[in-house]
T-cell receptor, first 117, second 110 residues
Framework: GAVVSQHPSWVICKSGTSVKIECRSL??????MFWYRQFPKQSLMLMAT?????????EQGVEKDKFLINHASLTLSTLTVTSAHPEDSSFYIC?????????????FGPGTRLTVL | QKEVEQNSGPLSVPEGAIASLNCTYS??????FFWYRQYSGKSPELIMF????GDKEDGRFTAQLNKASQYVSLLIRDSQPSDSATYLC??????????FGSGTRLQVQP
């Protein structure tokens, strides 16, 4: 089936540093990937749509200069949180549409828990 | 703005009972409807999807869709303690990002 991986699974960093999160589609090509953020006891909120070979599309209220997205290949999208602050601490999850078992659906990565001290 | 509404719960059911989870959505253009299960600290995992009006069954799970009422539900038969989790309803149109509800927390009491 369609598998999406993320790395790292968790990261702790100091305020002001930058953190890069990788999202890979392991057995299928994804021209589009999505980045979500989930704060405790809240649902997933779409941050941006990552498009292979072009600029990402950001949702309203998401700073594109703070959350840099690069989708350089059909299997890899990266999210870089620049100058991270404690309020950026969250669970970041990527996803991609994949085809498996005659089903076209959205598969999620395992998530990356970011803690900014 | 697209909205997906769910009762936050918690919904508490005894082991072996039927759990009924409900969801309403605002966008009549929505074409695909999904139920995800999310354990604490984990990423959502797909339980079921449904595209057409009516019922769709998969093992202990049944999804029900009523587009006229803009209503989606998930029934879990013979609920097990391992079913205790947050259940997320999601909708979308085409191959776009999903719009999620806030989730319903289910507790299955042994």
């Amino acid at each position: 089936g369609a598998v999406v991986s993320q790395h790292p699974s968790w990261v702790i960093c100091k305020s002001g540093t930058s953190v890069k999160i990788e999202c890979r589609s392991l057995d299928f090509q994804a021209t589009t990937m999505f980045w979500y953020r989930q704060f405790p006891k809240q649902s997933l909120m779409l941050m941006a749509t990552s498009n292979e070979g072009s600029k990402a599309t950001y949702e309203q209220g998401v700073e594109k200069d703070k959350f840099l997205i690069n989708h350089a290949s059909l299997t890899l999208s990266t999210l870089t949180v620049t100058s991270a602050h404690p309020e950026d601490s969250s669970f970041y999850i990527c996803s991609a549409w994949g085809w498996a078992e005659s089903t076209d659906t959205q598969y999620f990565g395992p998530g990356t828990r970011l803690t900014v001290l | 703005q697209k909205e997906v509404e769910q009762n936050s719960g918690p919904l508490s059911v005894p082991e072996g009972a039927i759990a009924s989870l409900n969801c309403t959505y605002s966008d009549r253009g929505s074409q695909s409807f999904f139920w995800y299960r999310q354990y604490s600290g984990k990423s959502p995992e797909l339980i079921m999807f449904i595209y057409s009006n009516g019922d769709k069954e998969d093992g202990r799970f049944t999804a029900q869709l009523n587009k006229a009422s803009q209503y989606v539900s998930l029934l879990i038969r013979d609920s097990q303690p391992s079913d205790s989790a947050t259940y997320l309803c999601a909708v979308n149109e085409g191959r776009r990002a999903l719009t999620f509800g806030s989730g319903t927390r289910l507790q299955v009491q042994p």
